[in-house]
């Protein structure tokens, strides 16, 4: 009896509109329900690969626990930069790497067929870096990298430079010029030609003719400015690596390259080319002695092509890279090798 007052209260074109309501919200439930019903579990399309494995139909739970399972193939902790005790040199630092698997789980999902799937990951910082030891020098790289650097002083041998650049660039390979500021003014041009082939320029002091142990401070500041200042008018770029005549070190000089924001570079192998000791000498010198992140001392002489053509080869069958000096301490190692 009260129900039905109170739709007997109500006027009929209100009861339409009502009518009307319940019969769309009934409609929408229903819709509702049904496409509820037809949606699949979200999968991942045929013959996708992650890190080796054909993941292809795996559900996104089944994609988070094999993404979480296989982070141990992919993360790295970071290495701190430490002082070689036996040299008293700075080994540079690896970033780490983290795998944030939920990123890496949306993106398997989300890729079409047959695709291989790298993972999202994260730098993680190390503590120490480079920039925390300014006035130590740099013998080698972190051994963590398969990887190794050529170092060419330049301060004569003109008539062998273009038989060492042919070698290189048969083989691709990218190589740090320590230029003489003084050699560099008389051959521009060929400066220019050795930076437009791949290699990157260094600063080997302003004349070859003076150590730096008989300079003062201010005198080894202003003979390695006057280098980096011909070296930018020819490149473009102000040198970030110095080396010292006959490798010569002390901490006024070390202190001296800190404060114009340099690195002062020696070297983990030495050819010793300038003695014209013989290519088999050389040679076997550089292979026998290699190591990861080594940097391999070297002039243009009449020797050092041959020689170089066979180390690069010997080098690459034992299964290092050859790179320049920024590449070898650049601490992204990991990320790049993913």
């Not at 049904?34 to 559900?59: A, C, D, H, S, T």
């Not at 006024?252 to 404060?259: F, I, K, P, Q």
Request: one cysteine or more; glycine letters at 8%; a negative charge.
């Amino acid at each position: 009896m009260k129900k039905y007052i109170i739709f007997k209260s109500l006027s009929s074109k209100k009861i339409i509109i009502l009518l009307i309501i319940m019969a769309v919200t009934l409609i929408l439930l229903w819709a509702g329900i049904k496409q509820v019903k037809v949606l699949e579990p979200l999968k991942v399309k045929p013959g996708v690969i992650y890190l080796g494995e054909e993941v292809g139909g795996l559900k996104q739970e089944e994609v988070i626990s094999l993404v979480t399972g296989k982070v141990g193939e992919v993360e790295q902790p970071p290495v701190d930069a430490v002082v070689d005790p036996v040299n008293g040199g700075v080994i540079p630092e690896l970033n780490g790497l983290m795998v944030d698997i939920q990123a890496t789980a949306e993106k398997i999902l989300r890729v079409d067929s047959r695709e291989v799937v790298s993972p999202v990951t994260e730098i993680v910082e190390p503590q120490k870096t480079l920039k925390d030891f300014p006035n130590a020098p740099l013998y080698r790289g972190n051994p963590e990298k398969n990887e190794i650097s050529f170092l060419i002083n330049v301060a004569w041998g003109n008539e062998y430079m273009e038989d060492m650049l042919e070698v290189l660039d048969r083989y691709q390979v990218s190589c740090t010029y320590f230029f003489v500021g003084k050699w560099a003014e008389k051959n521009p041009d060929m400066v220019r030609q050795i930076i437009s082939r791949g290699h990157e320029a260094a600063n080997h002091g302003y004349r070859d003719s003076v150590l730096m142990s008989q300079l003062s401070s201010e005198e080894m500041k202003e003979d390695i400015q006057k280098t980096n200042e011909v070296l930018r008018e020819l490149t473009g770029s102000v040198p970030q690596f110095f080396s010292s005549h006959c490798g010569e070190l002390n901490q006024d000089l070390l202190e001296v390259t800190a404060g114009l924001n340099m690195r002062t570079v020696m070297w983990s192998l030495d050819t010793v080319d300038w003695m014209l000791p013989g290519v088999k000498v050389m040679v076997d010198k550089v292979l026998g002695g290699a190591h990861n992140g080594a940097t391999v001392l070297m002039h243009p002489t009449e020797q050092t092509p041959e020689a170089l053509e066979i180390i690069i080869q010997g080098l690459e069958e034992q299964g290092y890279q050859l790179v320049p000096l920024s590449r070898l301490i650049d601490p992204d190692y990991y990320s790049e090798n993913l």
